[in-house]
């Protein structure tokens, strides 16, 4: 756990250069706009450690999967979020001595990313090996408002000398992975150009031929006035660049104002992709410096306007929240189908960039929250456009009949993940895909989703599962064997619970979503029904039969579910008798001990309590979070949510605060010691739930929204906001009362407390905190 990273309510802050963490701050000050997303790298040259990363939404590789064994029906590729051509680069030479925080001593260092106005800052002093003082100041954003472009302003004033300085703005095309399988380039150069103060790179990825154009103009101002310069262009193989050599006097501020635009042909068509990224230029030049940090201050607001949370009384708790819902709208912004959530977000190479269950399990509840409907909307209809891909992906494993199987990890619907156990058994993840549907109706209540879509994956998820199952003769029960459930350090396991149980949950619902259907548009119902060729009452009588008579392992005595058949062969002991020396286990234990122990990575049956509470009384929940929470490492960023959430349910509050600010923190804290990867985008969503659903008990319960606050013992005040069925509200939560605002027109019923109660529009209600 590491604690450089200064607490500040809208900021995050790193005072004085940390070299040895200079990853983890490059994962931390990433900005992104969804379309596109930037490690915080420097501008200028740096000889020391880094990591460097520039994404484009959508431009993934199919890399060459390594594995050392192969098992038929494994993809053949891993798909990788490409490092995109390098847009920010700007080297800086002072006299003759390049400018590169490796090489010079460094004074007053300060990176700054400002989540309210959502941009990058950084000052220092630098000393050069010759001696030269410079000062300088840079800010840098991704623009929400013209999402193809960024800014840089890069300042520099030399403090004790009359003389040269030299700044190259650069576009660099030669740019490689770090994960890259086989340690290759995955760009080809098209065509370069450099003119006179603007320069431009088409490229295109290899094998799979996304083209993305990246074009740069600047402008130089000498004490805050605009000023003529001269500029040399250079072109390379695969690099463009300006060159200015400036006579400076000391103390004179020279800034170099670099607007770049990135357009890929996911949006453009190829052969006008140049031409576009000129006009891009050309736009946000018009606008200037000044007025794109001002839309982009505004955009923020707006944004910060449906998604924040506020807290009094704890500044590390705010600053964790922000930073955690700033990522998650910096990451995705919900306005192309075709995009999604990689579990790094643009922090990254790990994971790929690609999708995982943890978008529907984990992102979708934040999203529905808090952007509008077509946000979260989006999420869904990825999938359904994968659908087709997810029936191939299960033909290929031996399923049949329109039964569908979405992929672990995929960029386009294919599955790419090659691990026997989890590419062919964590197929919980299909169950995730089937309850975000629900939850996506329960929020917005647009039951048209299920007529236009909805109904068609459900009946290809349920027709996975009831293939999946088999008849034991020995049990007179259906049993799902094979399977790994979330908690992956268990592999190739009989009747997980929480698999089994989402899987008849699926199959249950899919009936209940047949018969909406039926009833609100038989023709529609008629026109998929042909389509899928679905044979209505074989089908559904077969999933009554399994649903009536699958089989779920429990210990009668304990009164737990067990998270799968031999669970209690295991040698159980809580992970406090584990050495501290230890932990992690997946650092320091053998694989082959993980499996045979009893440690859990993340909620597995606990992750059935949460999504299925409404099945359980209180005293089930206890009994078996009170049971498998002190065996669970919570080695994977998405356990602590789910966690504190169950924990504030049974009034465990000073358990819920603790995971909260674990989950919080995570990657501030650098809890994991991973965060230098990249920052854990998705287990940021589970931070909002745990403060929404967890702190303030929101639930919504056969269509109507449920509130239940109470506040963390050294909080003084929180709010957060919901949007439930176009209505917006914000919660309050100070003191001894709740309050809840209508900020829309239109009335809306909710139960505080278990009391329900109207809020007419623009009004509110108070109660005490119960
Ligand atoms: C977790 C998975 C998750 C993946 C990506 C793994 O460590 O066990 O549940 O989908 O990370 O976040």
Same mark, same amino acid.
């Given at each position: 756990m590491k604690n450089y990273i200064k607490k500040d309510e809208w900021c995050i802050i790193e005072k004085d250069f940390h070299p040895e963490y200079n990853r983890v701050s490059e994962s931390l000050f990433s900005i992104g706009n969804g379309r596109m997303g930037q490690r915080g790298n420097f501008e200028e040259q740096y000889s020391g450690d880094s990591l460097q990363g520039n994404y484009v939404a959508g431009i993934y590789y199919p890399d060459k999967t390594r594995v050392g064994w192969w098992k038929n029906g494994y993809p053949e590729y891993f798909a990788k979020v490409l490092n995109a051509p390098n847009w920010i680069g700007i080297d800086v030479f002072v006299d003759n001595d390049p400018l590169d925080l490796a090489q010079c001593e460094v004074v007053n260092f300060k990176r700054v990313l400002n989540m309210k106005e959502g941009y990058l800052k950084r000052s220092f002093i630098a000393k050069t090996p010759g001696g030269k003082d410079v000062k300088v100041n840079t800010r840098r954003f991704l623009s929400i408002v013209d999402d193809d472009c960024g800014v840089i302003r890069f300042s520099i004033t030399p403090l004790n000398f009359d003389g040269k300085i030299t700044m190259i703005p650069y576009i660099d095309a030669d740019v490689k992975n770090e994960d890259a399988n086989y340690d290759e380039k995955f760009w080809d150069v098209l065509e370069k150009k450099a003119h006179e103060q603007e320069a431009y790179i088409s490229a295109k990825t290899k094998k799979l031929h996304f083209h993305v154009c990246c074009g740069m103009k600047y402008e130089i101002f000498r004490n805050g006035h605009k000023s003529d310069f001269e500029s040399e262009g250079t072109v390379k193989e695969k690099y463009v660049a300006g060159k200015t050599i400036l006579d400076c006097r000391q103390g004179e501020q020279i800034d170099l104002v670099k607007y770049t635009a990135v357009l890929s042909s996911l949006n453009h068509k190829t052969e006008d992709l140049l031409e576009h990224t000129r006009g891009e230029l050309e736009k946000i030049l018009a606008k200037g410096y000044d007025k794109l940090l001002e839309e982009q201050a505004w955009a923020w607001k707006k944004k910060w306007e449906w998604s924040d949370i506020e807290i009094k009384g704890d500044v590390a708790a705010q600053q964790g929240i922000r930073f955690n819902i700033f990522q998650l709208n910096q990451t995705y912004t919900g306005e192309d189908a075709r995009l999604n959530i990689g579990p790094k977000g643009f922090t990254g190479e790990k994971y790929g960039g690609s999708t995982y269950w943890d978008t529907e399990a984990y992102c979708l509840p934040f999203y529905l929250s808090s952007a509008p409907p077509e946000v979260s909307r989006n999420l869904l209809l990825y999938r359904y456009r994968h659908l087709e891909k997810a029936i191939e992906n299960a033909e290929k494993l031996g399923f049949k009949n329109g039964a569908a199987l979405y992929p672990m990890v995929t960029m386009n619907g294919e599955e790419c993940h090659n691990e026997w156990e989890i590419t062919f058994e964590e197929i919980h993840r299909n169950g995730a895909i089937a309850h975000a549907i629900l939850d996506y109706v329960n929020y917005t209540g647009d039951k048209d989703y299920l007529i236009e879509y909805g109904m068609e994956v459900l009946i290809a998820i349920s027709r996975f599962w009831s293939q999946r199952v088999n008849f034991s003769e020995a049990k007179q029960k259906y049993v799902m064997l094979g399977v790994t459930g979330p908690n992956e350090y268990e592999n190739n396991v009989n009747n997980n619970w929480y698999t089994s149980k989402i899987a008849c949950w699926t199959m249950q619902y899919t009936m209940e979503v047949i018969r909406f259907v039926k009833e609100s548009n038989r023709t529609r119902f008629a026109e998929i029904s042909s389509k899928i060729a679905f044979r209505e009452t074989d089908e559904t009588d077969r999933w009554q039969e399994i649903i009536d008579n699958m089989y779920f392992p429990k210990d009668q005595e304990k009164g737990i579910f067990l998270q799968q058949e031999g669970y209690l062969d295991k040698v159980i002991k809580p992970v406090t008798e584990i050495p501290e020396s230890e932990i992690p286990i997946n650092q320091y234990w053998s694989w082959d001990r993980i499996l045979r122990s009893c440690y859990i990575k993340q909620a597995d049956v606990l992750q059935g309590m949460y999504f299925f509470e409404q099945e359980y009384d209180e005293d089930t929940i206890r009994r078996n979070y009170d049971f498998y929470e002190p065996l669970t490492v919570h080695e994977s960023s998405l356990s602590p949510c789910i966690h504190s959430i169950l924990a504030a349910r049974l009034r465990y509050h000073d358990k819920a605060y603790e995971f909260y600010l674990r989950t919080a923190r995570l990657d501030l804290d650098d809890y994991n010691n991973d965060t230098s990867d990249g920052c854990h985008v998705t287990s940021m969503a589970g931070t909002w739930m745990s403060v929404v659903? #967890?702190? #303030?008990g929101m639930r919504i319960i056969e269509g109507k929204l449920h509130i239940n606050p109470f506040i963390p013992g050294k909080w003084q005040k929180y709010d957060f906001k919901i949007l439930f069925r176009g209505v917006l509200l914000r919660i309050d939560v100070e003191g001894k009362t709740v309050g809840v605002r209508n900020h829309s027109d239109k009335e809306i019923s909710v139960f505080l407390y278990g009391k329900e109660q109207k809020i007419g529009g623009r009004a509110s209600i108070s109660a005490f905190i119960e």
């Open positions: 659903y #967890g702190f #303030g």
